[in-house]
C-alpha cells in the first residue's frame, strides 16, 4: 500500500526537478540565438566589418552547434533541440560553399602541378619541421609567407630541390623580421612587385601545362585588430596585379578570411577567382584541424581546377600549410 505521507514528500520534489530541467532548456535557447544568429547573417551575406570576425568562425561555431543539438536531442529537451536544429541548418548552408565550393573539370590527361604554400610564422626557428615538411610534400613550387631570419638562412639547403627562386625583401615588423618567397622545380620570371600596400611575390613559372603565373600574398588581419579598410583596400590590389596577368593565375598565402567572408566574397566576385575546398582548417595549429579555421586559402582562375587539397605536416607555426594540385580546365 502506497504511503500517503511518502507521495506529499514526491510531488514537490518532481515539480522542483521539471522547474528546472525548464529553466536549463530556457538557458540553452537562450544560447543556441547566437550561433542561429551569426549563421542567418552570413547568410544574408552582411559584410560589415563588426561582424565579418565571426564569420571567420562559422565553421568551428557550426560543429559545437552541431554536437551540442546532439545531446539535447539525447536529452529531450525539444524545444532547445528545435532551436539548435535551426542554428545547425542556418550555419551548414553557410559554411557549404566554404568546404565544397565545386570545381571546374580537370582537362583529360592534362599534366599536375603540385603546390605546397604556408604561412612559417616569422619568430618560428624549428627549421628542422620546416625542411620537412616542403620535403615530404614533394612539391613542384613553394609559396611561403612570414619567412623568418632562422629558415631564411639555411634557404639554399631547404630549397636546394626549388632553385628557381624570387623573394620579396626582408621586412623589420614588431612581430618580427619575415620575406616571402616563391620557389620552384622550373625556371621563372618574377612578376614586378608594386608599392600598392599589398604584401605579394610573384612569378610567371614555366610548367607541364604552359605559363603559370603564381602569386604568394599575405594579407593584413581583419578590423578590429588593423584599420578597418586594409584587407579590402589590399584585395584591390591584389585585383589590379591578376587584371595585368596573361594566362592561368594560382594566388595562394594567409588571406586571413575564409572564403565566405567578406574578403572571399570580393575575390570571387571581384577577381573571379574560385577558392580550393576549405576543410580541414588551417589556423590555429594548437586545434584538431577539423576545428580550424581556414584562412591559409589557394584561388585559381576559371581555366585551371583543382585536382586534391590537403595539409601538409606541421612546420613549428601557428598555420598548417596546404597542398594543393592543380591542372588545365576542360573547355
Given amino acids: ?8 514528500w514526491q510531488a514537490p520534489r518532481f515539480s522542483s526537478l521539471l522547474a528546472r530541467g525548464r529553466r536549463l532548456e530556457t538557458l540553452f535557447q537562450l544560447v543556441l540565438l547566437g550561433p542561429l ?18 564569420f571567420q568562425f562559422t565553421a568551428p561555431v557550426l560543429l559545437l552547434t552541431a554536437g551540442l543539438t546532439a545531446v539535447l536531442i ?19 548552408l553557410a559554411v557549404a560553399p566554404q568546404w565544397f565550393p565545386g570545381s571546374a573539370t580537370p582537362r583529360p590527361g592534362s599534366p599536375l602541378v603540385r603546390l605546397y604554400s604556408a604561412n612559417l610564422w616569422a619568430l618560428n626557428t624549428d627549421v628542422e619541421a620546416i625542411e620537412a615538411s616542403i620535403a615530404a610534400a614533394d612539391a613542384d613550387i613553394v609559396v611561403l609567407v612570414e619567412l623568418g631570419d632562422a629558415p631564411a638562412a639555411r634557404l639554399d639547403r631547404m630549397l636546394a630541390a626549388w632553385p628557381h627562386r624570387v623573394a620579396t625583401p626582408r621586412i623589420d615588423r614588431p612581430s618580427g623580421a619575415a620575406r616571402s618567397i616563391i620557389a620552384s622545380r ?4 618574377a612578376i614586378r612587385d608594386r608599392p600598392d600596400g599589398l604584401h605579394a611575390v ?36 591584389l585585383d589590379a596585379v591578376v587584371s595585368d596577368l596573361t594566362g592561368p593565375v594560382v594566388v595562394a598565402g594567409d588571406f586571413n578570411s575564409v572564403s565566405t567572408a567578406r574578403i572571399g566574397r570580393q575575390i570571387r566576385r571581384d577577381i573571379g577567382l574560385f577558392p580550393a575546398p576549405g576543410l580541414p582548417g588551417t589556423w590555429p595549429s594548437t586545434v584538431p584541424p577539423v576545428f580550424g579555421v581556414t584562412i591559409d586559402q589557394v584561388y585559381r582562375s576559371p581555366d585551371l581546377a583543382f585536382v586534391s587539397r590537403r595539409l601538409g605536416r606541421p612546420t ?6 596546404v597542398v594543393t594540385e592543380l591542372t588545365l580546365a576542360a573547355d
Avoid at 500500500?1 to 506529499?8: D, F, I, Q, S
Avoid at 613559372?205 to 603564381?214: A, E, F, Y
Wanted: proline share 8%; hydrophobic share 50%; with cysteine.
Fill in 1 to 8: 500500500m502506497t504511503n500517503p505521507v511518502h507521495l506529499k
Fill in 316 to 321: 613549428g607555426s601557428d598555420h598548417r600549410p
Fill in 202 to 237: 610573384g612569378a610567371t613559372i614555366r610548367t607541364p601545362i604552359g605559363p603559370l603565373n603564381v602569386l604568394g600574398v599575405h594579407l593584413t588581419r581583419p578590423w578590429p585588430f588593423q584599420e578597418q579598410w586594409g584587407q579590402i583596400s589590399q584585395t584591390m590590389a
Fill in 186 to 189: 622550373w625556371p621563372l620570371t
Fill in 37 to 54: 544568429t551569426l549563421g542567418l547573417l552570413a547568410l544574408a551575406g552582411v559584410g560589415h566589418r563588426w561582424v565579418d570576425v565571426l
Fill in 74 to 92: 539525447v536529452a529531450r529537451l525539444k524545444a532547445a533541440a528545435l532551436c539548435g536544429l535551426a542554428a545547425t541548418i542556418a550555419l551548414a
